[in-house]
């Protein structure tokens, strides 16, 4: 079967490789789809500490089940199913408190185990110990399953923050995972969702589709001003940063509205992670800072949930569907910014 292996930062392979079989506790599954997103960009790129190389990436799975190891109950061949990314142990002090997003023996599929950019790959034991293989609902693609798991992430966040009916929500950065996070504040009962992103021409295809109430290109107005003025000088309800930016974490802090809520979304690159915050603000104004850190089983069966119940749709946010050979292709159009979503079919 063909996959794409990692070996070291810009060498990323298309290669041939044995189809694998299913051991005890195990499930086979072919792969029929596997989205592509921002991590993927900085792995081809920088690599990653947990990565021991050669390893088949890709995290955003959904396929066809094709066989059962020994000991595994309720799958057979032909079960249309998604697999979580994020693996937590289920029985650690976090994970018994509920608390698996923050699992302290996570391991991840791409990662830790070959992931989904192949024809074939296994599901392994410890995904079906936390239950983390989830039926596709009848009328779900495998493309839009496979985007689940990025709106999973954030499910987890607005769930932390509380974005519900009658708020404003300034939702930063217009990728995939900010129009993602658009559509849910909507779902959960937003009056208002306005988008912020520094690239205009992101801004455009993107609000093209999601049609935020307001679409503010930070490279051209104050995105701090801009948001003021749009609600009368007092600030947003909940600012979400969905981008990997100190600048757009520090703005956050300064647009919100008094009792405000802030999920700092996007994770800031490793060797730049500090930030100016001015503590008065966040004091003052009684502010609420929230991280947000990935998702966990639960939240993929819910994403998987709203997309099949159409209060998030996700399809229309696939902008390109690849074929394997295509998987380096589909890295650049995510790397550029040229598309929203971007999928893999094998």
Known sequence: MKVARFYAPGDIRLEEAPEPTAAP???KIRVRACSTC????????HGHLRIVPPRVMGHEIAGEVVEVGAGVSGWSAGDRVQVIAAIPCGTCPDCQAGHMTVCPNQVSMGYDFDGGFAEYMIVPEVVLAVDGLNRIPDGVSFAEASVAEPFACAINAQELVNTHDGDVVVVVGSGPIGCLHVRLARARGAAKVFLVELSRERLDMAAAIVQPDAAICASETDPVEAVRALTGGRGP???????????????????????????????????KPVIALDSNIVHYRELMIMGANGSSPDHNKRALAMIADGSV??????????????????????????????????
């Open 25 to 27: 506790g195990e499930v």
């Open 38 to 45: 921002g991590t993927d960009v900085k792995i081809s790129k």
């Open 237 to 271: 309800d909940v600012v979400i940063t969905a981008a990997a930016s100190g600048a757009a974490q520090e703005q956050a802090v300064q647009m919100v509205g008094p009792g405000g809520r802030i999920s700092f979304f996007g994770g800031l690159p490793k060797d």
């Open 313 to 346: 749709p996700v399809a229309d946010l696939i902008t390109h569907h690849l074929t394997l050979d295509e998987v380096l292709d589909g890295i650049g159009v995510v790397s550029r910014g040229e598309g929203i979503k971007v999928t893999i079919e094998p």
